[in-house]
């Protein structure tokens, strides 16, 4: 089996074009799933990058006023992401 790779006499072009197929393919899916993995990244530090905003507004909204509470605050902020989806806080 080894020899006949190695022996120039048997070449088959059939067997050559199998691999420059195979290779295009194998190439082809590691560019979609890095495509993928990228957009799944970005994604997150974008809900990351959200919910660390919202927590800053939270505590400013705290500190600033006298008497709030979390739940107070925290209706004060809701509108402005009503349209966003309730996220869970990020594991650190």
């Known amino acids: 089996m080894l020899s006949d ?3 120039p006499a048997a070449h088959n072009p059939r ?3 199998f691999w420059w197929v195979f290779g295009a393919v194998i ?4 560019a979609a799933i ?3 993995c990228s957009r799944q990244v970005s ?6 990058s959200d919910h660390q905003v919202l927590q800053v507004a939270l505590s400013d909204c705290l500190q600033s006023t006298p008497g709030a509470s979390i739940a ?3 209706s004060r ?4 992401v009503a349209g966003a989806p ?6 650190n």
């Open 15 to 17: 067997r050559t074009m």
């Open 5 to 7: 790779l190695l022996d």
């Open 43 to 48: 994604l997150a530090q974008a809900r990351d």
């Open 27 to 30: 190439l082809a899916q590691l």
């Open 72 to 74: 107070t605050c925290a």
């Open 34 to 36: 890095w495509l993928l």
């Open 86 to 91: 309730t996220l869970p806080p990020p594991a």
């Open 77 to 80: 902020l809701m509108p402005a």
